[in-house]
């Protein structure tokens, strides 16, 4: 079946520009990550939902980024006012469960914000 | 909250010989342990995973042991080949929370 899958796969802002990213995730599965990796590093956690609840926002760097799941299903983490630092790629995963399971990446969204 | 260390950053190995990444976590609270592997440009992919109560775990020629009083896990490959070579992650994660904290990566590199 279908994995996870993003969009847009590749995305050029000019520094100050809003930006929307998209993450289709696994029919079914209820949970929802999303995560920032910068050349190099690990993916570092953002957000978390739970169907349509978001649970965690702990890793969101600034106000400037925001994330929604309004029908627990479709998920997409908005930044607004980009800034350089802001480059990396975002990666979105989902898993069946609540818990302590499998984690099921897309292929992520290289954002360049120059 | 967890901190995940990995070692080592890169490692070359020749084509057959066993490749041995460790990771280290801080938070006895994690009891999940994936390892996902990453190709240039690719998302990461699950190959293999231990819960906490299980000390080994093996899939073909991909091993995994968690030593949980000295907070250590390790990914063992053995009979390495070059469609090996990528950049491997390992992660711990609480059942309840579920976020993933990821180790800084293992650059391998299997030499034909």
């Known amino acids: 079946g279908a994995g996870v899958s993003q969009s847009p796969r590749y995305k050029v802002a000019k520094r100050g520009q809003d930006v929307a990213l998209r993450c289709d995730p696994i029919?079914?599965?209820?949970?929802l990550f999303w995560y920032q990796q910068a050349l190099g590093q690990g993916p570092e956690f953002l957000t978390y939902?739970?169907?349509?609840?978001?649970?965690?926002k702990s890793g969101l760097p600034s106000d400037r980024f925001f994330a929604e799941r309004p029908e627990g299903s479709v998920s997409t983490l908005k930044i607004q006012r980009t800034q350089q630092e802001d480059s990396a790629v975002y990666l979105c995963?989902?898993?069946?469960?609540?818990?302590?399971?499998?984690?099921?990446f897309g292929p992520g969204t290289r954002l360049t914000v120059l | 909250g967890e901190n995940v260390e990995q070692h080592p950053s890169t490692l070359s190995v020749q084509e057959g010989d066993s490749a041995v990444i460790k990771c280290t976590y801080s938070?006895?609270?994690?009891?999940?342990f994936p390892w996902y592997k990453q190709e240039l440009g690719k998302r990461p992919q699950l190959i293999i995973d231990?819960?906490?109560?299980?000390g080994e775990k093996k899939d073909q020629r991909i091993a995994v042991t968690l030593n949980k009083t000295a907070k250590h896990f390790s990914l063992h490959i053995t009979e390495t080949q070059p469609e090996d070579s990528a950049v491997y992650f390992c992660?711990?994660?609480?059942?309840?929370?579920?976020?993933?904290?990821f180790g800084t990566g293992t650059s391998l590199t299997v030499i034909p």
């Open positions: 938070d006895s609270a994690s009891n999940y």
């Open positions: 939902f739970q169907n349509e609840a978001q649970l965690d």
């Open positions: 231990i819960r906490s109560n299980v």
């Open positions: 029919s079914g599965h209820v949970s």
């Open positions: 992660a711990a994660s609480f059942f309840i929370g579920n976020q993933f904290y």
């Open positions: 995963a989902s898993s069946l469960g609540y818990g302590g399971d499998e984690q099921f």
